[in-house]
C-alpha cells in the first residue's frame, strides 16, 4: 500500500470516529444506554483499525519507515490533527461520564443512607429536591 493511500485510510477511519465520538457524547448526554453500547462497540473497533495501520518505526525493518511519518507532509499534519481532535472528544467524553457517575453515587448513596452527610432525604412532602441547609 502506498504512503498516500495509507494515509487516506487512517483519515476515512479518523473522521468515522470523530463522527462516533460525537454519538457518543449525545448518547451520554441523552443517557441512551442501547445506543451508547453499540456506539462503544464501534469505537473500539475504529481505534484498533487505527492503530494496526498506524505505522511505527520500530516495528518495521524498512529504512523508509521514518519517512512515512515525515513531518513536512500535510497529509500526515491532517491526520495528526484529525487524531487529537479525536482525542479530545474522548476526554470530553470520560468527563461528562465521570460526572454522571458522580451523580449516580450520590443518590444511591442518599438512598441506601450510606452517606456522610445524611442526605436520605431527597425531596420535600411536595415531591421536589430538598436543598441543603
Known amino acids: 500500500m502506498s504512503d498516500t493511500a495509507l494515509i487516506r485510510d487512517i483519515l476515512t477511519l479518523g473522521n468515522e470516529l470523530k463522527v462516533t465520538l460525537e454519538e457518543e457524547f449525545i448518547a451520554l448526554s ?23 495501520q498506524w505505522p511505527t518505526p ?7 519507515a521514518e ?3 515525515d513531518t513536512a507532509d500535510p497529509l500526515w499534519d ?4 484529525l ?8 476526554i470530553r467524553n470520560d468527563l461528562l461520564l465521570k460526572r454522571q457517575l458522580e451523580v449516580v453515587r ?6 441506601t443512607q450510606r452517606s456522610e452527610d445524611n442526605h436520605s ?4 412532602k411536595m415531591g421536589r429536591m430538598k436543598r441543603k441547609r
Open 30 to 52: 441523552e443517557k441512551n444506554l442501547d445506543h451508547l453500547e453499540t456506539v462503544q462497540l464501534r469505537k473500539v473497533e475504529l481505534l484498533q483499525s487505527i492503530q494496526t
Open 58 to 64: 520500530a516495528a518495521s525493518d524498512d529504512p523508509g
Open 67 to 69: 519517512a512515512i511519518q
Open 78 to 81: 491532517e491526520a495528526r490533527t
Open 83 to 90: 487524531i487529537n481532535e479525536c482525542k479530545e472528544a474522548h
Open 106 to 111: 450520590t443518590v444511591l448513596s442518599s438512598l
Open 121 to 124: 432525604a431527597l425531596y420535600d
